[in-house]
């Protein structure tokens, strides 16, 4: 599967964006999808992820509450909503996808897609 991510750009602190996840070559709804961020000269962390089985969502700490991630099976796209953006949520985000086959999140993605940079800012 391939995946094109995008929905990134310039917010202010406290506003919200919404990310796009887009699947082709795959059914989005066969795989977990997770999204992960790098912030500059930091390593790439974890943001969230939604599971191939029953649709299971996990979240960092510290996004809980602010993002939320959901999957359109019409539109091959898995979404991450950001809300309540802080600066430090600044970074290139990333969608991964992997048919980890269970109603968890896998410890690693097969596929990744291209980043989409949040930057917030005032």
């Given at each position: 599967v391939q995946l094109q991510a995008s929905g990134g750009g310039l917010v202010?602190?406290?506003?919200?964006?919404?990310?796009s996840c887009?699947?082709?070559g795959g059914t989005l709804d066969d795989f977990a999808?997770?999204?992960?961020?790098?912030?500059?000269g930091k390593e790439r962390e974890a943001?969230?992820?939604i599971s191939r089985s029953e649709g299971n969502t996990y979240y960092a700490d510290f996004v809980k509450g602010r993002f939320h991630t959901a999957?359109?099976?019409a539109k091959n796209t898995v979404y991450l909503q950001l809300n309540d953006l802080k600066?430090?949520?600044t970074g290139v985000y990333y969608c991964a996808a992997?048919?980890?086959p269970s109603s968890s999140c896998p410890r690693t993605?097969?596929?990744w897609g291209q980043g989409t940079l949040v930057t917030v800012s005032s």
């Open positions: 202010q602190p406290g506003g919200s964006l919404r990310l887009v699947g082709s999808v997770g999204w992960f961020r790098q912030a500059p943001v969230s992820c999957r359109d099976n600066y430090e949520d992997d048919p980890f993605y097969d596929f």
